[in-house]
């Protein structure tokens, strides 16, 4: 039998999602938690590989079982009671067989999170913004991220990607008010570091350092380091995950 967990999580505390030696992640706290309750290995497949420090508003994940489960609240009750206070597990629910959590993602968003002002409830989950930023020159340059489909000079350096290609379907900054803001990109996939790099670098627009037309020929060089700074990955949020047959829900 194979399941689809719906969840959450701030990334503070985690070196990112994947399973890793000597370290921390999400996946390594539930399958951990799992292994406990169910009372055999456990592992799952993330629809993403967040990096350290990144949260998570909605995420997705599969796993297998030789048998049906019999009490699907019961199991994430027991989950929620083990994975600590920056994990939340919302749901689980039965899938067909092949279903995959990363593989059959036909779209992902991003938030990324900025404030103008020094305050103490945004400093850990948004980046404290420089107050003049033109944020109508940086959608402008936003709106280039949907012509092109090679993001190479926004993908971390010798990564293992089979390929840079990405088709971006979305990409916006929106006023939250009180001087708060947030960067929305949607696309069918992305690379690592990918979102903070464009964020980075529409930023260099925002302040006049670099050009539209800048934005531009960065994205056509196919450099990373061409491109603006990788920007601080708490500010960033995977916020959704979307699916042909499946619909994340609390």
Not at 15 to 37: L, R
Not at 67 to 86: A, F, K, M
Not at 201 to 221: A, C, N, S, Y
Request: hydrophobic share 40%.
């Amino acid at each position: 039998m194979r399941y689809f967990m719906h969840l959450a999580y701030r990334g503070a505390k985690f070196h990112g999602w994947q399973s890793q030696p000597n370290a921390v992640s999400v996946q390594s706290v539930i399958e951990e938690a799992m292994s406990k309750v169910m009372r055999c290995e456990m592992k799952i497949v993330g629809a993403g590989r967040t990096d350290a420090g990144v949260n998570a508003h909605s995420m997705v994940a599969h796993f297998d079982t030789e048998s049906p489960i019999v009490n699907i609240d019961g199991l994430v009750r027991g989950l929620n009671s083990l994975v600590g206070n920056d994990i939340a597990i919302y749901s689980i629910k039965p899938v067909h067989d092949d279903a995959h959590a990363r593989f059959d993602a036909t779209a992902r968003t991003y938030h990324y999170y900025a404030h103008t002002e020094k305050s103490p409830f945004c400093h850990e989950l948004s980046w404290q913004a420089p107050a003049n930023l033109d944020y109508e020159k940086m959608n402008e340059a936003a709106k280039i991220l949907f012509e092109v489909d090679d993001f190479t000079s926004f993908a971390k350096l010798h990564a293992d990607n089979k390929t840079n290609i990405c088709r971006v379907t979305e990409a916006r900054w929106e006023p939250l008010g009180d001087g708060r803001w947030v960067f929305i990109i949607t696309a069918d996939r992305f690379l690592r570091n990918m979102v903070r790099a464009v964020v980075g670098t529409l930023v260099e627009v925002g302040r006049g350092k670099i050009t539209i037309d800048d934005f531009r020929r960065i994205i056509d060089e196919k450099d990373r380091c061409s491109a603006g700074t990788s920007m601080p990955g708490h500010a960033l949020f995977l916020w959704d995950v979307k699916y042909p047959y499946w619909e994340c829900s609390k």
